[in-house]
């Protein structure tokens, strides 16, 4: 480690709080909202300190609330969506790095095209081929599947794009080595290249199972039965901004325990980053 | 592909599981856009319904937001698997209506159950909105409301306005407005959710003005918008004045100046009667009037026209399915549930028979103000200016009505280059939407 | 044509590792599956939006007629067209800009100290754990020009803050968001990134006597290269596609046209207002350009990446 002035480290400190701050805010603000009572929030601006209704509120949402509009017990909601963003991070993980695996360490005609093929998928959000993306599913007959919620969401490039810059980085040497070494593809992708991949695989891992995690408009389509619907499904169900009164103090709850999770998997990939950090130490 | 075997066997199983269930009752989709409160009445409907009888079940499915909404079920019918019952909103009536292939009237449905259908039960002004020139009902109006005056009565007290007395005209709520900001008791006179469907359509409703040709679209789709004579314009560039002396705030092209009113920043407000729930609840001193009208207009006050959303049904469904949509529509027009649905939602009752029952009850003497819009509705029979606007493209045409109105208001254009404008380039974008 | 690609993908061979497997059929057999899921969900629906993209059809698709090219011609001669162009211009540089230099400072500081650095890391990331569900209500709450804390603050401080009406403001605002929304992403690359460089080589030019600043650009900042390559492409096209989400949240592209993007044109005139002939040849013009900026990128770009 190199020697830090203590100025230097105190201002890194100060830049660090100052960036969570602006970046955290609106979780503090969603969580200062759900410690208040419905007319408080009703009546802006809303107090920037917690309110007395922690106690209330949580209880009111868990053991009514949420389940009550949502259709379905909050664990089905939950089981739903943690199978929803887990089959995404593992699936996408799993092909990405295949793919990017034989793009950088193989010679094969039609490699590049394959390659771009791939890569082109950054480019159409879902949004956009909609009803035709609707249309294979229903031919599939994989409306109300979990295969359905996360195959579709699985053909994009993000993931095989970072594992082929990644690989890109390692030496040539080490190949080499691998292979005087005598190992084969398959013992160089297991015991060299995955261990040395598993920072990005945790970042990677954290990125996906958000992204499956927060996914609203897709699962939206493709389910027609409450008890295969998301958190966030059932999150917009209890949100009306015109027409209806809206027990937000019981929205700002529920956004907070659709927000735990996603924090439990940054908390756990977290000891991944640090061991990666700790065995490269060079 | 050991992956793709077992993704193909994971949807292989979920197929089976998912298909075996349904026997004996006939399962009807119901597809609808209802948040909050109304998503619990939904939910409470549909139970009661498949409680009170044994031959068909109402499954009822969130969809998101009313244009989600509508996306899924064309997404859906594309696929040739549309629900039985899709909710639309009531600007995408026109493209509903465009879709005649694609759905069934509800008139047919409601006399194919074996009964008769009663057009003169429903509440006049609501039907004429859902119905075809023909005077056919196309669509079940499931949850209507109409825009109506709220008033903050401290901000009234303290401005030395008549707290018992609301302004009953534009003029006089262009006074009332300045005199709350001139005598500091807010900071704001005057603000409106909704600039192009209560200032422009129900402006010419309530008015009796023509908004466009062909009776604003209801009896030809080739239409031409017309809403850029003198009246309008005089009424915008009013409403551009006050923005420029701050007595008018600009809150948002749909719901959002509701905030502004609830945090007590506004003194007058203009909003549809669903947005009463949020009001009550938050505990201010409100008070409710008309829409206000426009003196100067012959006919006015004429009536208001509905806004919400209307039941639509798919065609290419089997005979059961339609009975059940039959059953389950004549279930809803039972006079104790829409007097419930009314109390409860503050949307319209949809029958005469609940609007009386629910005058009968006493509901209005405690609750004023909910009788207001439907006052509205119903004072005059409507004429041709005012059984609402319907285009094939009204979504979009909304969105060029406040293109331009945000540059008015930000002082860039006067109200008569603002409306022009929009009548232009409305006008072009209907045709385009016809094809021609 | 595949020459060329070949080019253009690996920037010649220096950019890749020398030593390869020689292998016939595995490598097919380890692109199968992402090929197979792309060619099923993306290349077929994509397909039928590009079919999509030459009709001329009712929403419900009852009446449908093939126009060849009139909807790009139609498109391209708008000018609105030509105004969301410029605006996303704007708002795509803006955007990628800010997003990935306030991360590189961050992730930069989260290296640098030791104390609290697992606490920073989690506090950092999970915004990012917010649905843009939830997301689009914060900022009603948040940054509403009536209501909103935060524009509270500003009028205090004397701004006067209106970007419901004032087009410049507004741009500043969708840019935030959108800037925000994107911080964690970077933040978290950015400090695998940093982690996997060799503390060896910065202790080493730190005796040569190499200042802090010095040992940033001249060393630190050239092996993060291709890190900082794949968010580049990555928020380029995050903010090119996916940011009409924020955009219809906060300002529904107003006022006026002021914040219209291209995709958010995409959305609303194919997805609100059922314009489906318009939209597809939109986004099939829109993927053209994203397509030439990625090949751009990878051409002049990552030529200059620095892979160790």
Same mark, same amino acid.
């Given at each position: 480690?190199?020697?830090?002035?203590?100025? $230097?480290?105190?201002?890194?400190?100060?830049?660090?709080?100052?960036?969570?701050?602006?970046?955290?805010?609106?979780?503090?603000?969603?969580?200062?909202?759900? +410690?208040?009572?419905?007319?408080?929030?009703?009546?802006?601006?809303?107090?920037?300190?917690?309110?007395?209704?922690?106690?209330?509120?949580?209880?009111?949402?868990?053991?009514?609330?949420?389940?009550?509009?949502?259709?379905?017990?909050?664990?089905?909601?939950?089981?739903?969506?943690?199978?929803?963003?887990?089959?995404?991070?593992?699936?996408?993980?799993?092909?990405?790095?295949?793919?990017?695996?034989?793009?950088?360490?193989?010679?094969?005609?039609? $490699?590049?095209?394959?390659?771009?093929?791939?890569?082109?998928?950054?480019?159409?959000?879902?949004?956009?081929?909609?009803?035709?993306?609707?249309?294979?599913?229903?031919?599939?007959?994989?409306?109300?599947?979990?295969?359905?919620?996360?195959?579709?969401?699985?053909?994009?490039?993000?993931?095989?794009?970072?594992?082929?810059?990644?690989?890109?980085?390692?030496?040539?040497?080490?190949?080499?080595?691998?292979?005087?070494?005598?190992?084969?593809?398959?013992?160089?992708?297991?015991?060299?290249?995955?261990?040395?991949?598993?920072?990005?695989?945790?970042?990677?891992?954290?990125?996906?199972?958000?992204?499956?995690?927060?996914?609203?408009?897709?699962?939206?389509?493709?389910?027609?039965?409450?008890?295969?619907?998301?958190?966030?499904?059932?999150?917009?169900?209890?949100?009306?901004?015109?027409?209806?009164?809206?027990?937000?103090?019981?929205?700002?709850?529920?956004?907070?325990?659709?927000?735990?999770?996603?924090?439990?998997?940054?908390?756990?990939?977290?000891?991944?980053?640090?061991?990666?950090?700790?065995?490269?130490?060079? | 592909?050991?992956?793709?075997?077992?993704?193909?066997?994971?949807?292989?199983?979920?197929?089976?599981?998912?298909?075996?269930?349904?026997?004996?009752?006939?399962?009807?989709?119901?597809?609808?856009?209802?948040?909050?409160?109304?998503?619990?009445?939904?939910?409470?409907?549909?139970?009661?319904?498949?409680?009170?009888?044994?031959?068909?079940?109402?499954?009822?499915?969130?969809?998101?937001?009313?244009?989600?909404?509508?996306?899924?079920?064309?997404?859906?019918?594309?696929?040739?698997?549309?629900?039985?019952?899709?909710?639309? &909103?009531?600007?995408?009536?026109?493209?509903?209506?465009?879709?005649?292939?694609?759905?069934?009237?509800?008139?047919?449905?409601?006399?194919?159950?074996?009964?008769?259908?009663?057009?003169?039960?429903?509440?006049?002004?609501?039907?004429?909105?859902?119905?075809?020139?023909?005077?056919?009902?196309?669509?079940?109006?499931?949850?209507?409301?109409?825009?109506?005056?709220?008033?903050?009565?401290?901000?009234?007290?303290?401005?030395?306005?008549?707290?018992?007395?609301?302004?009953?005209?534009?003029?006089?709520?262009?006074?009332?407005?300045?005199?709350?900001?001139?005598?500091?008791?807010?900071?704001?006179?005057?603000?409106?959710?909704?600039?192009?469907?209560?200032?422009?359509?129900?402006?010419?409703?309530?008015?009796?003005?023509?908004?466009?040709?062909?009776?604003?679209?209801?009896?030809?789709?080739?239409?031409?918008?017309?809403?850029?004579?003198?009246?309008?314009?005089?009424?915008?560039?009013?409403?551009?004045?006050?923005?420029?002396?701050?007595?008018?705030?600009?809150?948002?092209?749909?719901?959002?100046?509701?905030?502004?009113?609830?945090?007590?920043?506004?003194?007058?407000?203009?909003?549809?009667?669903?947005?009463?729930?949020?009001?009550?609840?938050?505990?201010?001193?409100?008070?409710?009037?008309?829409?206000?009208?426009?003196?100067?207009?012959?006919?006015?006050?004429?009536?208001?026209?509905?806004?919400?959303?209307?039941?639509?049904?798919?065609?290419?469904?089997?005979?059961?399915?339609?009975?059940?949509?039959?059953?389950?529509?004549?279930?809803?027009?039972?006079?104790?549930?829409?007097?419930?649905?009314?109390?409860?939602?503050?949307?319209?009752?949809?029958?005469?028979?609940?609007?009386?029952?629910?005058?009968?009850?006493?509901?209005?003497?405690?609750?004023?103000?909910?009788?207001?819009?439907?006052?509205?509705?119903?004072?005059?029979?409507?004429?041709?200016?005012?059984?609402?606007?319907?285009?094939?493209?009204?979504?979009?045409?909304?969105?060029?009505?406040?293109?331009?109105?945000?540059?008015?208001?930000?002082?860039?254009?006067?109200?008569?280059?603002?409306?022009?404008?929009?009548?232009?380039?409305?006008?072009?974008?209907?045709?385009?939407?016809?094809?021609? | 044509?595949?020459?060329?690609?070949?080019?253009?993908?690996?920037?010649?061979?220096?950019?890749?590792?020398?030593?390869?497997?020689?292998?016939?059929?595995?490598?097919?057999?380890?692109?199968?599956?992402?090929?197979?899921?792309?060619?099923?969900?993306?290349?077929?629906?994509?397909?039928?939006?590009?079919?999509?993209?030459?009709?001329?059809?009712?929403?419900?698709?009852?009446?449908?007629?093939?126009?060849?090219?009139?909807?790009?011609? $139609?498109?391209?001669?708008?000018?609105?067209?030509?105004?969301?162009?410029?605006?996303?211009?704007? &708002?795509?540089?803006?955007?990628?800009?800010?997003?990935?230099?306030?991360?590189?400072?961050?992730?930069?500081?989260?290296?640098?100290?030791?104390?609290?650095?697992?606490?920073?890391?989690?506090?950092?990331?999970?915004?990012?754990?917010?649905?843009?569900?939830?997301?689009?209500?914060?900022?009603?709450?948040? &940054?509403?020009?009536?209501?909103?804390?935060?524009?509270?603050?500003?009028?205090?401080?004397?701004?006067?803050?209106?970007?419901?009406?004032?087009?410049?403001?507004?741009?500043?605002?969708?840019?935030?968001?959108?800037?925000?929304?994107?911080?964690?992403?970077?933040?978290?690359?950015?400090?695998?990134?940093?982690?996997?460089?060799?503390?060896?080589?910065?202790?080493?030019?730190?005796?040569?006597?190499?200042?802090?600043?010095?040992?940033?650009?001249?060393?630190?900042?050239?092996?993060?290269?291709?890190?900082?390559?794949?968010?580049?492409?990555?928020?380029?096209?995050?903010?090119?596609?996916?940011?009409?989400?924020?955009?219809?949240?906060?300002?529904?592209?107003?006022?006026?046209?002021?914040?219209? +993007?291209?995709?958010?044109?995409?959305?609303?005139?194919?997805?609100?207002?059922?314009?489906?002939?318009?939209?597809?040849?939109?986004?099939?013009?829109?993927?053209?350009?994203?397509?030439?900026?990625?090949?751009?990128?990878? $051409?002049?770009?990552?030529?200059?990446?620095?892979?160790?």
């Amino acid at each position: 480690m190199i020697g830090q002035s203590p100025i $230097r480290i105190g201002i890194a400190h100060i830049v660090l709080i100052l960036g969570i701050v602006v970046v955290a805010f609106p979780i503090y603000y969603t969580f200062v909202a759900s +410690t208040h009572s419905l007319q408080t929030i009703l009546r802006p601006p809303l107090p920037l300190v917690p309110g007395d209704r922690f106690f209330e509120n949580y209880w009111t949402a868990l053991f009514g609330g949420v389940g009550r509009i949502g259709g379905v017990s909050v664990g089905t909601l939950l089981l739903n969506t943690t199978v929803m963003a887990l089959g995404i991070a593992v699936g996408k993980i799993v092909i990405s790095i295949l793919s990017a695996y034989a793009i950088v360490f193989f010679r094969f005609p039609l $490699r590049m095209m394959f390659f771009w093929l791939i890569f082109i998928t950054l480019m159409l959000p879902v949004e956009v081929r909609i009803l035709p993306t609707y249309k294979v599913m229903v031919d599939f007959g994989l409306i109300d599947t979990y295969a359905g919620l996360t195959l579709p969401l699985m053909a994009s490039a993000t993931a095989t794009l970072l594992f082929r810059q990644f690989f890109l980085t390692i030496p040539g040497e080490l190949v080499e080595a691998a292979r005087v070494d005598g190992a084969g593809p398959w013992r160089f992708f297991k015991d060299i290249l995955l261990p040395l991949s598993k920072t990005n695989i945790a970042a990677l891992f954290v990125i996906l199972f958000i992204y499956g995690w927060t996914q609203y408009l897709w699962p939206l389509l493709v389910t027609n039965r409450n008890d295969m619907g998301t958190i966030v499904i059932a999150l917009k169900k209890m949100i009306s901004f015109a027409d209806a009164d809206t027990e937000w103090h019981l929205v700002m709850v529920t956004s907070i325990l659709a927000i735990v999770p996603p924090i439990l998997v940054v908390l756990f990939m977290q000891r991944w980053f640090v061991k990666g950090l700790v065995e490269t130490e060079k | 592909m050991k992956f793709q075997g077992l993704a193909a066997g994971a949807a292989a199983a979920f197929t089976l599981l998912s298909t075996s269930s349904a026997f004996a009752v006939t399962e009807i989709s119901w597809w609808h856009a209802m948040t909050g409160a109304n998503n619990e009445v939904v939910e409470q409907l549909s139970k009661e319904f498949n409680e009170s009888q044994g031959d068909y079940k109402i499954v009822p499915v969130f969809k998101g937001t009313y244009p989600e909404t509508l996306n899924a079920g064309i997404a859906a019918f594309r696929a040739k698997q549309p629900p039985a019952i899709m909710q639309v &909103f009531d600007v995408g009536t026109g493209v509903m209506m465009a879709a005649e292939g694609a759905v069934k009237p509800v008139a047919e449905i409601l006399s194919m159950g074996g009964g008769t259908f009663d057009k003169s039960q429903y509440l006049p002004g609501i039907v004429a909105y859902y119905s075809k020139p023909d005077g056919t009902m196309l669509s079940f109006p499931y949850n209507s409301s109409s825009p109506i005056l709220y008033y903050n009565k401290d901000i009234f007290e303290k401005a030395g306005l008549d707290v018992n007395n609301p302004p009953k005209t534009w003029p006089e709520v262009w006074e009332a407005a300045r005199k709350i900001k001139t005598s500091g008791a807010a900071s704001c006179g005057y603000t409106s959710t909704w600039l192009t469907w209560i200032h422009l359509e129900n402006f010419a409703s309530w008015n009796d003005l023509q908004y466009a040709t062909h009776e604003n679209g209801l009896a030809d789709t080739n239409v031409e918008l017309k809403f850029n004579s003198p009246i309008f314009v005089k009424h915008f560039q009013e409403i551009a004045d006050l923005a420029k002396d701050g007595v008018f705030r600009y809150g948002g092209r749909t719901s959002e100046a509701k905030q502004i009113f609830l945090a007590g920043e506004c003194g007058i407000f203009t909003e549809s009667s669903g947005g009463l729930g949020d009001i009550v609840k938050s505990g201010m001193n409100y008070g409710i009037g008309q829409l206000p009208y426009e003196p100067d207009a012959k006919g006015a006050p004429q009536n208001t026209t509905p806004g919400g959303a209307s039941l639509w049904v798919f065609g290419g469904k089997s005979d059961e399915e339609y009975k059940g949509v039959a059953e389950f529509f004549k279930f809803l027009s039972k006079t104790d549930i829409q007097a419930r649905l009314h109390q409860v939602s503050g949307y319209l009752p949809v029958t005469l028979a609940a609007y009386e029952e629910t005058k009968k009850s006493g509901f209005y003497d405690k609750n004023p103000g909910r009788e207001t819009p439907i006052l509205q509705m119903m004072g005059k029979a409507p004429t041709e200016n005012s059984k609402g606007v319907r285009l094939v493209n009204l979504p979009q045409v909304r969105d060029i009505q406040n293109e331009e109105f945000e540059k008015m208001l930000a002082g860039e254009q006067t109200a008569q280059q603002a409306l022009d404008n929009a009548v232009q380039r409305g006008n072009a974008a209907i045709q385009q939407a016809l094809g021609n | 044509m595949g020459r060329r690609q070949e080019d253009i993908g690996s920037g010649g061979s220096s950019l890749s590792p020398r030593v390869i497997f020689p292998n016939k059929i595995l490598p097919y057999l380890l692109v199968a599956p992402q090929l197979a899921i792309t060619a099923v969900f993306f290349y077929w629906p994509a397909s039928q939006a590009l079919y999509q993209s030459m009709l001329r059809e009712d929403p419900f698709g009852l009446n449908s007629k093939f126009v060849w090219f009139d909807n790009f011609a $139609r498109v391209l001669a708008d000018p609105n067209y030509l105004n969301s162009v410029r605006v996303t211009a704007v &708002f795509s540089l803006a955007t990628a800009f800010v997003a990935m230099a306030v991360a590189l400072l961050l992730a930069v500081m989260a290296d640098k100290v030791v104390r609290g650095r697992g606490i920073y890391r989690t506090l950092m990331i999970w915004p990012y754990a917010v649905a843009p569900a939830i997301a689009g209500m914060l900022w009603l709450f948040l &940054f509403n020009p009536s209501i909103g804390s935060l524009a509270y603050m500003l009028r205090w401080l004397g701004i006067n803050w209106d970007p419901l009406l004032n087009g410049p403001q507004a741009m500043v605002l969708v840019v935030a968001a959108a800037a925000w929304k994107q911080i964690s992403y970077n933040f978290l690359f950015f400090v695998a990134g940093l982690q996997a460089i060799p503390r060896t080589l910065i202790e080493a030019a730190a005796i040569d006597g190499a200042g802090e600043t010095k040992r940033f650009w001249t060393i630190v900042f050239p092996l993060l290269a291709p890190t900082t390559f794949f968010l580049l492409v990555i928020n380029t096209t995050y903010a090119f596609f996916d940011t009409f989400g924020i955009i219809h949240a906060v300002t529904g592209g107003g006022p006026g046209k002021a914040t219209e +993007t291209l995709v958010y044109k995409v959305y609303n005139d194919g997805f609100v207002n059922l314009i489906l002939g318009d939209s597809a040849a939109q986004s099939v013009i829109l993927m053209v350009i994203v397509i030439a900026l990625t090949a751009f990128q990878f $051409r002049f770009v990552e030529r200059k990446v620095h892979y160790g």
